[in-house]
């Protein structure tokens, strides 16, 4: 059973649009939430995080938006640039229990075209 | 700075074989944390090392798969009598305390077994 979930697993958005990533989560106990990027042959490097004390955290083009009711967080990226291209990983974890054990969704592959 | 490390980048090995796999993580970072990457599939957590101790191993799918890090900094996945569904890329990571949540990724070691 998939505890985080990225139902799409490709994204195609114009350079100078908003590319909006989705996650859902089914685990109550998670409370941090990280997106990590990925470029082929690298490893995944870290993008941005939010706590569940938050709604939204917002780094430059990048903002992450969470809805604990929902169980559901976004990731906006504005304007998009065609460096941007990468696989996108949504990851949750637990601070009160194993808060050093990630949980990843599968990976949105995101493709912005100049 | 130098990021986390792992060799080999790439690893042909024959089913029934004994593989290891190396990872150095960044100096001064005591934490460290094995993942498996199948493909089409996000990283899934193996084994997390806090000093030279495994906290937590609960990740490792059967007692083919072994880690050390035996003076708290390098660490050695260890598989054996590999099997076909071994194939992966096995991704490391490190983070200065247990408590960090952001951990840094290396580029990962391409595992495929024929």
């Known amino acids: 059973d998939q505890q985080v979930k990225q139902n799409s697993p490709s994204l195609s958005v114009q350079e100078g649009r908003i590319s909006i990533l989705n996650c859902d989560y089914t685990?109550?106990?998670?409370?941090?939430f990280l997106w990590y990027k990925k470029y082929p042959a690298e490893g995944p490097t870290f993008l941005i995080s939010i706590s569940s004390i938050k709604d939204k955290n917002e780094d430059g083009r990048f903002t992450v938006f969470l809805n604990k009711s929902a169980k559901h967080l976004s990731l906006h990226i504005v304007p998009s640039q065609p460096g941007d291209s990468a696989v996108y990983f949504c990851?949750?974890?637990?601070?009160?229990?194993?808060?050093?054990?990630?949980?990843f969704g599968k990976g949105t592959l995101l493709t912005v075209n100049p | 700075g130098a990021g986390v490390s792992q060799t080999p980048s790439n690893k042909v090995t024959e089913k029934g074989k004994y593989v290891e796999l190396r990872c150095d993580p960044i100096?001064?970072?005591?934490?460290l944390y094995w993942y498996r990457q199948s493909l089409g599939q996000g990283p899934e957590f193996l084994i997390y090392?806090?000093?030279?101790?495994?906290?937590?191993d609960s990740g490792l799918p059967n007692d083919r798969f072994f880690a050390v890090r035996p003076e708290g900094s390098v660490s050695t996945l260890k598989i054996q009598r590999t099997e076909r569904g071994d194939s992966a890329v096995y991704l490391c990571?490190?983070?200065?305390?247990?408590?960090?949540?952001?951990?840094?990724f290396g580029p990962g070691t391409r595992l495929t077994v024929l």
């Open positions: 990851a949750a974890s637990d601070s009160g229990g194993s808060n050093y054990k990630l949980t």
């Open positions: 090392f806090q000093g030279t101790g495994a906290a937590d």
């Open positions: 685990n109550s106990m998670f409370d941090y």
């Open positions: 990571a490190s983070s200065l305390t247990s408590g960090s949540n952001e951990q840094f």
């Open positions: 100096s001064g970072h005591t934490a």
